[in-house]
């Protein structure tokens, strides 16, 4: 008698007709073998080996998806840290000096050897991370081995591509739990081929891929030593990024999480690099297909449950498409399936911990209390496990916090605009700028609204499009510097002439660094000396009043204080202006009404104005010489050799105005992907004593020639030479409020100047308590630094005085994606 209760099994034509997904589970064998083997109990890796050291806690590693236990992971002390540390350090020496064409090759083997056990980590990552496998499967991992096949070739050819640049030393790479294995390579990949060894942080939650790649980078022959992977929780991570034998840190995670660290590490002499926080705009117009929107939307946003920092989670519709667009995607949404991490027919996986889901589920109730009107993905939604359904809210504005703030979830915001300047208007509107995508028919205007975005990558027509050969970045609270291409190589390099610099620790008092305005220097008068009695009829030279000089006009200060400038020899020389914050005010906000425009000219007609400006200089080279001699004490002749490094170097970087302007990276991508240097906007610059003048030129040079425009304060102790030169730009066609000049103290301007939020990069030339405020006060809103922590350069030398560095901190890169398709198929 047949069982009444066992349930019934559809027919190949009952499937036909309902369309529905069968099971598709991906067996977790191979990878709970794996954890088995190691008794579910893991110490770190270091020096080719694992080390568990005694009395140390453990955390529990879970399965998202059914609250399985994994495994046991180690949580690190200091002494584990000093091992990690101390052990790259060792390796360093032996790993920087191997041959290019070695370290290329061991990169190779690591790819070979990736791909060998492609199927193990793309399981371990889904059990571990809750992610669906068809996406650790054919996204990951994938992407982690095209890492290190193209590293392998930077590797091989950087004697060639980066010849004046050297390795940094012990890499630390501090990692999230969102893409745990793909970013790992991120990292790893351009810090080994650049010849550093590297100490490893995974995410808290998410350990275990992390360490079966350490055991494979072994089993390649990967040196001990080279790549070790320690485990701990976040204050563990901010402790390796401190030790004092750590000269770089890459770091991927939050934005309130880079700012800490940037604080943290403030005059140390360590470089940084960090990929932040997003907010990024899906922008699509009235001319593109929807159908297309629709799928691309998907995975915009509900790609790896929306836990992607790069997420298209700002939805921005054209008014006239709104209501079609909104109500077909309601209709995908309810197609989307939620459910086990290692279902290959699934959609969406779970969120990584409990804490996610609490944050996630903070927001939309928030918007809803605020009147929002929320969508959501009821049915078919699993009852065990971190799921979250996809989510759609509208009726929101640009205050709410679900637009302002980054979710991280499946969670989507969808607002309109009317024009395509609203639409770039409100893609701006942002504390973030880590990408976005426009989506229409029309190039041009892709190309336009593209190049308009305040973002490192834009797509056009797709989203989340990602390669080894493009860097990945962002601009604004999204951080700064970049991941993948040759553009990812800088931060893990340093010119080839510069040691390390490692400043003393210094105090720094941050609240009242060089607060007080005019104390270092007060302007009494009697110091000028008395005047001598003249013949009755003798004629006083007319006296000549050195102004500040910004929008393109001699101003006074608006302190209406001046300061007094003396010679090498303690002679009183003459006054200048002593500026406060609010002269650095009308400085930026007379940059910002000139930027725009300058940043919009043609390359060619940016280098006439420069040319044009050393011509000018020409003219009055004698006049400039008897001036630098006088103040200085250098003589005539070596002030005239001055002079005339100044007029080569303007022509050297006039020169790079149309040549340094981007490329055409070569990615996987059927289309062209362009990367794009574009200018960072206004840089304040604080110039150093030594060589007034030429340090000046050096300095604001390479910025304008990109595009910037500049707020600069010249030499505190002799900016005469500088202020000569402001005639010269009046009579050099130089457009007004693209170079401004603020003279006074250079701590008092550059604490104004690093502390204002319209500003979007600070270089500093002065002392080390000096550049450790800078870096410390830049995290506010993660403007890009640049500083020489008290070290001097020689400014005559033309690799420390000129040269790509220059380049590369006038410049932010944006890669723009651009699809083809229309006659072969994609």
Not at 137 to 143: F, M
Request: aromatic content about 10%.
């Amino acid at each position: 008698m047949a069982d009444g209760g066992a349930q019934h099994k559809p027919s190949v034509s009952d499937i036909f007709s309902s369309m529905s997904y069968g099971p598709a589970r991906e067996s977790p064998d191979t990878a709970q073998a794996w954890l088995d083997h190691h008794k579910r109990c893991f110490g770190h890796y270091i020096g080719g080996k694992w080390v568990k050291p005694d009395n140390r806690k453990f955390y529990q590693s879970k399965n998202p998806a059914t609250g399985e236990a994994l495994a046991s992971t180690t949580e690190g002390q200091d002494a584990d840290i000093n091992l990690a540390v101390n052990t790259a350090n060792e390796a360093f020496d032996m790993w920087s000096k191997l041959s290019c064409h070695v370290r290329a090759r061991h990169l190779y083997s690591i790819a070979r050897n990736i791909q060998k056990h492609q199927r193990l980590l793309s399981v371990l990552e889904s059990l571990d991370n809750g992610k669906p496998i068809r996406e650790s499967r054919d996204c990951d991992i994938p992407l982690v081995v095209r890492h290190f096949y193209h590293h392998a070739g930077w590797a091989q050819l950087m004697n060639v591509e980066m010849r004046q640049w050297k390795p940094i030393g012990v890499v630390a790479a501090i990692v999230p739990w969102n893409f745990p294995l793909m970013l790992l390579a991120w990292k790893i990949c351009p810090a080994l081929a650049m010849g550093n060894t590297v100490v490893l942080k995974p995410a808290t939650y998410t350990r275990l891929t992390a360490l079966l790649l350490a055991e494979i980078c072994t089993e390649a022959g990967l040196p001990p030593g080279v790549f070790n992977v320690v485990t701990g929780t976040g204050e563990f991570g901010s402790k390796l990024a401190m030790h004092e034998d750590v000269d770089k840190i890459a770091f991927t995670g939050s934005t309130e999480v880079g700012r800490l660290l940037r604080r943290a590490t403030a005059g140390t002499g360590k470089k940084l690099s960090l990929e932040l926080g997003g907010k990024s705009p899906f922008i699509v117009f009235d001319t593109a297909d929807l159908d297309s929107v629709v799928e691309g939307l998907a995975d915009a946003i509900w790609f790896n449950q929306g836990q992607v920092c790069s997420a298209g989670s700002r939805l921005l519709m054209q008014e006239s498409i709104a209501e079609q667009l909104t109500t077909r995607l309601k209709q995908r949404m309810q197609c989307l399936r939620v459910g086990d991490s290692l279902d290959k027919g699934v959609d969406m996986g779970a969120l990584v911990d409990e804490s996610q889901m609490k944050t996630i589920t903070e927001f939309v109730e928030e918007a809803k209390s605020d009147g929002a009107e929320v969508f959501q993905l009821t049915e078919g939604m699993p009852q065990k496990g971190l799921f979250y359904p996809p989510t759609l809210i509208t009726n929101v504005n640009t205050t709410s916090r679900v637009v302002r703030e980054e979710i991280f979830g499946p969670v989507l915001v969808a607002m309109t605009f009317r024009t395509a300047k609203e639409a770039i208007a409100l893609a701006n509107n942002s504390v973030y700028g880590l990408a976005g995508s426009v989506w229409t028919e029309n190039l041009p205007l892709a190309l336009e609204v593209a190049m308009s975005l305040k973002a490192g990558s834009v797509w056009v027509n797709g989203h989340n499009i990602f390669d080894a050969a493009a860097g990945f970045g962002g601009y604004k609270e999204s951080g700064f510097g970049r991941d993948g291409g040759k553009e990812g190589l800088y931060e893990y390099v340093r010119p080839s002439w510069e040691e390390r610099p490692r400043p003393k620790p210094v105090e720094v008092k941050y609240k009242t660094f060089a607060a007080l305005h005019g104390a270092d220097l007060p302007p009494i008068p009697g110091q000028v000396g008395q005047s001598q009695l003249a013949e009755p009829d003798a004629r006083p030279s007319v006296d000549r009043t050195y102004k500040v000089y910004y929008g393109g006009a001699q101003k006074r200060p608006y302190s209406m204080y001046s300061r007094p400038i003396f010679n090498h020899d303690g002679q009183y020389v003459a006054y200048v202006g002593d500026c406060n914050r609010k002269d650095v005010r009308n400085a930026v906000e007379a940059a910002h009404a000139a930027a725009p425009g300058w940043g919009k000219r043609a390359a060619h007609n940016r280098a006439q104005i420069i040319y044009y400006v050393a011509e000018n200089l020409e003219q009055r080279r004698d006049e400039m010489s008897h001036t630098l001699s006088g103040l200085t004490g250098m003589t005539v002749e070596e002030a005239g050799a001055e002079v005339e490094a100044c007029i080569e170097r303007l022509f050297y970087w006039a020169a790079y105005s149309d040549k340094y302007g981007g490329t055409v990276q070569e990615t996987q991508l059927y289309g062209a992907t362009i990367m794009v240097r574009e200018p960072i906007g206004v840089i304040a610059i604080a110039c150093p004593d030594e060589n007034p003048l030429l340090n000046f030129v050096s300095l604001f040079a390479p910025a304008v020639v990109r595009g910037n425009v500049v707020v600069i304060v010249p030499s505190e102790r002799y900016p005469l030479p500088a202020l000569e030169l402001y005639q010269v730009f009046e009579t050099s066609d130089l457009p007004a409020g693209v170079v401004n000049i603020l003279t006074g103290s250079r701590d008092h301007l550059s604490k104004t100047l690093v502390e204002h939020q319209d500003v979007q990069a600070m270089w500093y030339f002065g002392s080390a308590k000096g550049s450790k405020f800078v870096e410390w006060s830049s995290a506010e809103n993660l403007k890009r630094t640049w500083v020489n922590y008290g070290v001097p350069r020689l400014w005559c030398h033309t690799r420390q005085g000129s040269g790509e560095e220059f380049l590369y901190h006038a410049t932010q890169c944006k890669n723009v994606w651009i699809p083809m398709g229309e006659i072969f198929a994609n």
